[in-house]
């Protein structure tokens, strides 16, 4: 992923001041993950990539072959005319490596955001930014909402007796 993903692109920057503005905090670039998510939001178990339309192919219709017609050009992904063979199949190869990379994550526990890039471009970027916020914010909620169930099922049954035991010594 290190030869398509350059550092510090401006679509990345984008994503990086909007949520830091909207009080979130990351790591950048973990080695550590496959596909070296751009942003890693520990807290949440979230990792964030912010794809460019073009190397990642978005909205691209792929076919199972890398015939020149295997590929349809999307709105913001328009596949260059000349070597075009090579292009269906050099994307075609980033969007399963893509693919595989989130499926990896989710088998490790990740939640994983994808931003496209034409997702950032105004007038979407402010309101993109508040979704990427309020996923993050669900994801927090439903986690932290699994242990506040799990936890009174708990306590009855250990706690209670225990409690009982506790004033019957004192009687
Ligand atoms: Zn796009």
Request: charged share 30%; proline share 5%; net charge positive.
């Amino acid at each position: 992923m290190s030869a398509i993903r350059s550092k510090d692109t401006k679509p990345e920057m984008i994503v990086r001041r909007g949520l830091w503005k909207r009080g979130f905090r990351y790591r950048l670039n973990d080695r550590r993950l496959p596909g070296h998510p751009d942003l890693v939001l520990r807290k949440y178990r979230t990792c964030i990539f912010v794809n460019g339309c073009f190397w990642h192919g978005h909205n691209v219709n792929i076919q199972p072959d890398n015939s020149p017609s295997a590929l349809e050009n999307s709105a913001c992904c328009k596949i260059p005319r000349t070597n075009r063979e090579f292009w269906v199949a050099k994307i075609r190869r980033n969007k399963e490596r893509d693919k595989e990379e989130l499926k990896q994550l989710a088998t490790m526990g990740w939640h994983c955001i994808t931003v496209w890039e034409c997702e950032l471009k105004s007038p979407r970027r402010e309101s993109t930014l508040d979704s990427i916020a309020f996923t993050l914010n669900h994801i927090w909620l439903q986690d932290h909402h699994a242990k506040v169930v799990t936890y009174p099922s708990i306590a009855e049954e250990d706690i209670l007796p225990m409690a009982a035991e506790d004033e019957a010594g004192y009687e």
